[in-house]
C-alpha cells in the first residue's frame, strides 16, 4: 500500500480538497491517503461545502499536524502550497516521491468577496484545478 502525504500551511483547505480528492480517484487497494499542516487550524467550512457539491464529505476531516506523521514512510509527499514547501519537515527521509503544486489560496481569494456566492466560486475554482491535478497524478 503507498502512503501519500498531502501538506499544506494550514490543513484547512486545499490539503483536505486534496485528501478528498484523491481518497475519490486514487484506486483504494493501492493508496492511502493523508493530508496535514505545518501550521493546522480548522477544516476551512466552505471547502466542506464546495466538496460536498462534489459529492465528498469531508466535514469529519480535522486539522492534523505534520508531525503527527513522523515515523511513517511515505511513497509520496506533495505540498499544494508554497509556505508549505518551504518549511516541509526534513524527516521524510523514506519517501519516495516529493512534488510540489502550489494551488491559490480560497480564503485569500475570497476575502474581498461581496456575497456568499461569489467566495465560493473561489473555492470551486480551486477545488475544481485540484481534481484536475489529482486525475493527471501519474504515481
Known amino acids: 500500500m503507498k502512503k501519500i502525504l498531502f501538506l499544506c500551511t494550514g490543513n484547512s483547505c486545499r490539503s483536505q480538497m486534496a485528501e478528498g480528492w484523491?481518497?475519490?480517484?486514487?484506486?483504494?487497494?493501492?493508496?492511502?491517503?493523508y493530508s496535514a499542516g505545518t501550521k493546522p487550524s480548522f477544516v476551512d467550512p466552505k471547502a466542506i461545502k464546495v466538496m460536498s457539491e462534489a459529492g465528498i464529505d469531508i466535514s469529519n476531516n480535522r486539522s492534523k499536524h505534520v508531525?503527527?506523521?513522523?515515523?511513517?514512510?511515505?511513497?509520496?509527499?506533495i505540498t499544494v502550497c508554497d509556505k508549505a514547501k518551504e518549511t516541509c519537515p526534513l524527516w521524510f527521509g523514506k519517501t519516495v516521491l516529493?512534488?510540489?503544486?502550489?494551488?491559490?489560496?480560497?480564503?485569500?481569494?475570497?476575502?474581498?468577496?461581496?456575497?456568499?456566492?461569489?467566495?465560493?466560486?473561489?473555492?470551486?475554482?480551486i477545488r475544481d484545478e485540484i481534481k484536475k491535478f489529482i486525475e493527471e497524478l501519474n504515481i
Not at 484523491?22 to 491517503?33: D, G, H, N, Q, T
Not at 480564503?107 to 473555492?123: I, R, W
Open 98 to 125: 516529493k512534488l510540489h503544486h502550489s494551488f491559490e489560496d480560497p480564503p485569500a481569494l475570497a476575502k474581498d468577496s461581496k456575497t456568499e456566492e461569489e467566495a465560493l466560486n473561489h473555492y470551486r475554482r
Open 67 to 77: 508531525d503527527e506523521f513522523k515515523g511513517i514512510d511515505f511513497y509520496a509527499v
Open 22 to 33: 484523491a481518497k475519490k480517484i486514487l484506486p483504494s487497494e493501492e493508496f492511502e491517503v
